[in-house]
């Protein structure tokens, strides 16, 4: 883009330059933050995912006694007294970053005749909801870490932009705008000697 070769550009350069330069530092602080917490959270992924897969490894022990839901009516499958209703999150703020905060995930009250199932089953449903509640915890986890990475993206691209493009190009537009208004300043001189010497001829 061409530039205005004047005096009032050259200050508009350089109160753009010195913008640039205030802004740069919050945003690579803020990219530092968020690569730091993304980190974070992935760790955090990484253990309720294998505590989800060590929980449902503990229900190796359980195989035996599951194997008896295959007999019960279609209506009194194990599986139908353990239905969530809705996860309930709140709202985190995490590098300027709104994101979930897992709270609960609620199950719909289903009453049922302890005289028609085995003792297992009661176990069996708390089993199987704490399975589910860590589901939902990961599945909430994981939308963490897709906001954190896309405002990560948005955050590195503007520091890249500052960086590469914006600072850069404000130094050099105030390069070549102070070339300029030397050079004129020195023609300007040039001709006032030029003009002096001419009088002088003149008046001699």
Known sequence: MAIKLT????????ENLKQFQRYLPT?????????????????????????????IGDLDDWIAVFAENEIFDEEKKIELLVQPDKVICGEENIAGVTV????????????????????????AVFKLRDIASLDAF??????Q?????????????????FEKVKIPEAKENIRVIQVYLGDQQT???VR???????LE???A
């Not at 990961?138 to 939308?143: A, D, G, N």
């Open 192 to 198: 006032g000697k030029i003009s002096k010497k001419k």
């Open 100 to 123: 979930p905060s897992f709270e609960e995930l609620t199950f719909k009250d289903i009453n049922y005749d302890v005289d028609e199932y085995p003792l297992w089953v009661d176990t």
């Open 201 to 203: 001829e003149v008046q």
């Open 7 to 14: 005096k009032n550009e050259l200050k508009k350069q350089k």
């Open 187 to 189: 023609a300007a001189v």
């Open 145 to 161: 870490v897709e906001l954190l990475e896309a405002e990560l993206k948005t955050t590195s691209q503007r520091v890249n932009l």
């Open 138 to 143: 990961v599945s909430t986890l994981r939308k």
């Open 27 to 55: 945003l690579q602080l803020k990219k530092q933050q968020l690569q730091s917490v993304i980190m974070g959270v992935r760790n955090e992924l990484e253990e309720k995912e294998a505590q989800r897969i060590q929980m």
